[in-house]
């Protein structure tokens, strides 16, 4: 049986704590988000004649949550 990890090169990266950089622009999508999911949460209430699953603020976190790691992606 042949050693199959050899010559293999794996690359590991290191955990990166959150900077400051990040912290600003995930406030200002966060900001930004707020009236989007609002309207968006209105109108879902007004079709579906029911409240939806997440509130407005939810909504808005996760997608604040989703657009900033990929803004510092490699």
Do not use: C
Request: charged share 20%; no cysteine.
């Amino acid at each position: 049986m042949s050693d199959q990890t050899a010559g293999e090169t794996v690359v590991h990266h290191a955990q990166r704590t959150p900077k400051t950089e990040f912290y600003i622009y995930f406030t200002l999508i966060f900001v930004v988000a707020i009236p989007i999911a609002i309207v968006n949460w209105v109108f879902r209430l007004i079709a579906d004649r029911r409240l939806p699953a997440q509130g407005p603020l939810a909504r808005a976190w996760r997608e604040a949550g989703s657009i900033t790691p990929a803004i510092f992606r490699p």
